[in-house]
């Protein structure tokens, strides 16, 4: 569990910047998107995440201490599984404070991330797959996903099949009662 969490951790860390940087650029640098690593014990003192021994003194200490009370409740209360990201929009909790638009826009900000961490490491661009990803996001947020995905291999689902005539090198497809069948 605590190598599990300390994995988590380190890739928060390495993903942040990217994710920021790519919040920054589809709200047009009017917001920050920060992400904090969720450790299952509510502390303001993350530090030990960083070290891997430090992280598995933490862990097993807490399962002691909470041992009567994952016996009573059946459930394991302690570990990785009770981890979370705290997603922070402008240093707000997205999950509290954020539109529907902004916080469709930090999850792609995301994508966008981790698709670009796997390309980094394994030289491959991932196929992406993205359902219905335009419908909370206004038309400039909309034209920058479009972008950033243009060189990509992606398969988007829309009800909206005029919007996204203009995709060069595209197919499009459409799914009728179980039968796909080509558009355009």
Do not use: W
């Not at 390309?119 to 038309?139: A, C, H, R, T, W």
């Not at 060189?151 to 996204?164: F, P």
């Amino acid at each position: 569990g605590a190598y599990i969490t300390f994995m988590r951790k380190s890739y928060i860390d390495k993903i942040l910047e990217i994710c920021n940087e790519n919040h920054k650029e589809i709200s047009k640098g009017k917001e920050t998107l920060t992400l904090k690593y969720q450790f299952f014990e509510e502390s303001t003192d993350t530090e030990f995440l960083s070290d891997i021994n430090e992280c598995k003194k933490r862990l097993l200490l807490k399962i002691q201490e909470n041992t009567e009370e994952d016996i009573r409740t059946c459930i394991s209360n302690i570990g990785p599984h009770r981890d979370d990201i705290d997603i922070l929009i402008n240093e707000k909790s997205a999950r509290m404070f954020a539109s529907q638009g902004q916080q469709r826009s930090a999850v792609l900000s995301m994508k966008l991330a981790e698709a670009d961490m796997i390309y980094y490491s394994s030289g491959e661009q991932p196929v992406m797959l993205l359902d219905d990803i335009f419908s909370e996001l206004d038309k400039s947020r909309q034209n920058y996903i479009l972008k950033k995905i243009k060189d990509r291999q992606v398969i988007l689902t829309s009800c909206d099949k005029g919007k996204y005539r203009s995709l060069k090198d595209s197919a499009f497809f459409k799914m009728d009662n179980g039968n796909l069948s080509s558009l355009f």
